[in-house]
């Protein structure tokens, strides 16, 4: 297993610190518009393991994850993306490429184990095997599968706390050795790492937040990133898409994988994903995939942009929860995944299915969500981007001091019913 990374130094790295942005090709979702989008900001693990005195991230981070929006074009090159990528993460792409395949086994595991012995319907499906169950309007999601647990501990919080917060502090189902040898510890070593890396960002994010908002706690996410048990793995399980007859549309959607929304919570680590032959859990060659598939993001223009992590690189995105702590000096990033398209490469007859892992960092449900002091709600709102992609923040977040569960709670009621 890797060091833990706070006793990481720079003599652990095996490869020399970049700490400068790199520029990844970010394709437009559009093929006719001009060059490919290059915005994605791309920092070292080393300066984000650095304190904020020694490395100011601040500049990269307004790039990243800054509110403002272009009051120019929709094209604006300038405008962020909403997302940062770290690279050098120690032990990161071992332990990713350790347990995204495991994806494969779990999901073709009998149903029997899947929705006997793995599912959790007391904590409403937010531990073990989940699938069908999630839904948005009237329709079970049956596009994909997730698999929910805790990296940081088995059974978080006190007795008490389980039993007021189910969804928030479920136990882990885990499956056992025999059915899949080593994913426990696969699945725990990933997303600790994961955990880490958030909270050493967080302190930057605050150190940016200070310079921006007058009266701004010092290491406020960082402290509550750092000392929390509410940590959500899901490794995800997208199955192949099937185009019914009529319904071709349906294969042209570029949230046909999942639906667009924010992260209602504070922030969310994502380890790329990894495309399979779902048939035979075989890697597939970049060749073998829809150029236009996989992770799309709303810039800060209102454009729809397609982002590919690069596969040594951790991406963080922004919470909503975050939007409202830092006054909008950070927002949070409106996403969806598209499928490959249904007349893509239509003779090869290979099932193609996708893997991925974002790991939802947060706090405690009594957490209290208040924006800075001389701040409005309206503000606080209005910083948010994709408004007519996902449920209006101020219908959620309905009072200053507002508790994340309760916050939560009606992020789920409003996703459930609302229709884009």
């Known amino acids: ?23 990844l090709p970010i394709h437009h979702l559009n093929a006719t518009m001009s060059a490919p989008d290059s915005r994605l900001v791309i920092v070292d693990y080393e300066d984000i393991a650095s304190e904020p005195s020694s490395k100011d991230l601040s500049p990269l981070l307004e790039l990243a994850f800054g509110g403002e929006q272009s009051s120019s074009s929709s094209s604006d090159s300038s405008a962020p993306l909403g997302l940062i990528a770290i690279r050098n993460v120690p032990g990161f792409v071992k332990a990713k490429e350790a347990l995204l395949p495991q994806a494969h086994t779990l999901a073709h595991l009998p149903s029997s184990v899947l929705e006997e012995q793995l ?43 389980r039993e007021q917060y189910p969804a928030s502090y479920p136990c882990n189902k885990w499956p056992t050795e025999q059915e899949i040898p080593h994913f426990k510890d696969n699945a725990k070593i990933l997303g600790c790492i994961m955990h880490q890396v958030v909270a050493l960002l967080a302190k930057h994010i605050d150190a940016l937040a200070e310079k921006k908002v007058k009266g701004y706690q010092t290491d406020l996410l960082y402290n509550a990133m750092k000392d929390t048990e509410k940590a959500k793995g899901r490794l995800l399980y997208y199955f192949p898409l099937e185009t019914k007859d009529g319904d071709e549309q349906m294969g042209e959607q570029i949230d046909n994988w999942i639906g667009w929304h924010n992260d209602s919570g ?13 048939e035979t859990g075989e890697r597939l060659d970049q060749s073998a995939i829809d150029p236009e598939a996989g992770l799309y993001v709303t810039d800060r223009s209102g454009e729809s942009i397609h982002v590919g992590i690069p596969e040594d690189c951790m991406a963080v995105q922004i919470g909503e929860c975050v939007q409202i ?71 959620r977040w309905l009072r200053d001091g507002m508790t994340f569960g309760e916050f939560l709670q009606k992020s789920f009621e409003k996703y459930y019913d609302w229709r884009g």
């Not at 060091?3 to 020399?16: E, K």
């Not at 680590?269 to 495309?275: E, I, R, V």
């Not at 830092?326 to 239509?346: D, F, L, M, Y």
């Open 266 to 278: 504070f922030l969310t680590s994502l380890a790329g994903d990894l495309y399979i032959n779902d």
């Open 325 to 395: 702590l830092t006054g909008g000096v950070v927002v949070a990033t409106p996403h969806c995944v598209r499928g490959p398209r249904a007349n893509w490469n239509p003779n090869s007859g290979v099932k193609i299915a996708r893997i991925s892992h974002p790991c939802f960092i947060d706090s405690k449900p009594t957490f209290s969500l208040e924006m800075p002091q001389g701040i409005t709600r309206e503000e606080v709102a209005s910083a948010g981007i994709g408004r007519d992609k996902v449920p209006l923040l101020e219908e």
């Open 119 to 161: 599912s959790d319907p007391m904590s409403f499906y937010n531990a073990g095997w989940s699938h069908g169950k999630e839904k948005l309007g009237d329709e079970p999601d049956f596009s994909k599968a997730s698999y929910y647990f805790n990296p940081i501990t088995d059974t978080p919080g006190t007795a008490v706390e």
């Open 1 to 23: 297993p890797p060091l833990p990374l706070s006793a990481l130094t720079p003599r652990h790295f095996r490869c020399p610190p970049s700490s400068v942005l790199l520029h």
